[in-house]
């Protein structure tokens, strides 16, 4: 993802809300990408980790979007998102839920409203990253995963 592009949702989101916020996401990443075995794979997987890093569990909602790109962020609101690209490089549950760990660390920290990895990395500072990956590693080690 374009950095510019991201800097456009990042404006929308807070000129308009959550509600537009995922539309936007959505228009950006190439829509939904439907898949009810997937989606209950990373429902359960950002579940899981909710209330190992301290949320009450059950209220994410997670969104899986239609594109190659690898990434995923999370977003106020408890949204999170995944890209399909990401799904299928993956080499594990481990390093899927390292992924999405470290993002959902991003929003447990109060990092930012609207958070992404990777391609747009820089939005955070150092010690922003050593906090959302220091919250993520024990909220993985929790779950029994060898972060
Ligand atoms: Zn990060």
Same mark, same amino acid.
């Given at each position: 993802?374009?950095?510019?592009?991201?800097?456009?949702?990042?404006?929308?989101?807070?000129?308009?809300?959550?509600?537009?916020?995922?539309?936007?996401?959505?228009?950006?990443?190439?829509?939904?990408?439907?898949?009810? /075995?997937?989606?209950?794979?990373?429902?359960?997987?950002?579940?899981?980790?909710?209330?190992?890093?301290?949320?009450?569990?059950?209220?994410?909602?997670?969104?899986?979007?239609?594109?190659?790109?690898?990434?995923? #962020?999370?977003?106020?609101?408890?949204?999170?998102?995944?890209?399909?690209?990401?799904?299928?490089?993956a080499r594990d549950e481990a390093e899927l839920a390292?992924?999405?760990?470290?993002?959902?660390?991003?929003?447990?920290?109060?990092?930012?409203?609207?958070?992404?990895?990777?391609?747009?990395?820089?939005? #955070?500072?150092?010690?922003?990253? #050593?906090?959302?990956?220091?919250?993520?590693?024990?909220?993985?080690? /929790?779950?029994?995963?060898?972060?």
């Amino acid at each position: 993802m374009r950095a510019a592009t991201l800097a456009l949702i990042g404006l929308a989101l807070v000129l308009a809300g959550p509600a537009a916020h995922a539309d936007a996401v959505l228009q950006a990443f190439g829509g939904a990408y439907r898949d009810g /075995r997937l989606q209950s794979y990373v429902d359960g997987i950002a579940q899981a980790l909710a209330p190992a890093l301290g949320l009450p569990d059950g209220a994410w909602r997670v969104q899986i979007l239609n594109t190659p790109e690898i990434n995923a #962020f999370a977003a106020a609101g408890a949204r999170l998102y995944v890209t399909r690209g990401l799904l299928a490089n993956a080499r594990d549950e481990a390093e899927l839920a390292g992924v999405v760990g470290h993002e959902m660390a991003h929003v447990v920290a109060g990092h930012s409203y609207f958070s992404t990895e990777h391609a747009a990395e820089g939005g #955070f500072s150092p010690a922003q990253e #050593f906090e959302a990956d220091a919250l993520s590693v024990q909220a993985l080690a /929790r779950l029994g995963y060898d972060p």
